[in-house]
């Protein structure tokens, strides 16, 4: 599943600040764009994983999960 995300990358003075758009939380720095890319990759997955456990935490004996494949335009 392929889903299209909103990278945004800022130079500053020291490099390249960046976030995701549509990803509160995901944001990172880097000397270089690409060290920046490459950390921005490792915030995303740091992210969705915080917020798997939290909506984990917070699922009841009533509750039905699945796994859900979007599909954008």
Do not use: C, H, W
């Not at 509160?24 to 720095?29: E, F, K, V």
């Not at 990759?41 to 915080?50: C, H, K």
């Amino acid at each position: 599943m392929n889903i299209a995300l909103t990278a945004v990358f800022t130079k500053v003075p020291g490099g390249y600040v960046a976030y995701v758009e549509e990803l509160p939380g995901a944001n990172t720095q880097g000397a270089t764009i690409e060290e920046a890319r490459t950390n921005l990759e490792e915030a995303i997955q740091l992210v969705l994983e915080a917020n798997r456990m939290l909506a984990e935490e917070e699922l009841t004996d009533d509750s039905v999960r699945e796994s859900y494949n979007l599909a954008l335009v």
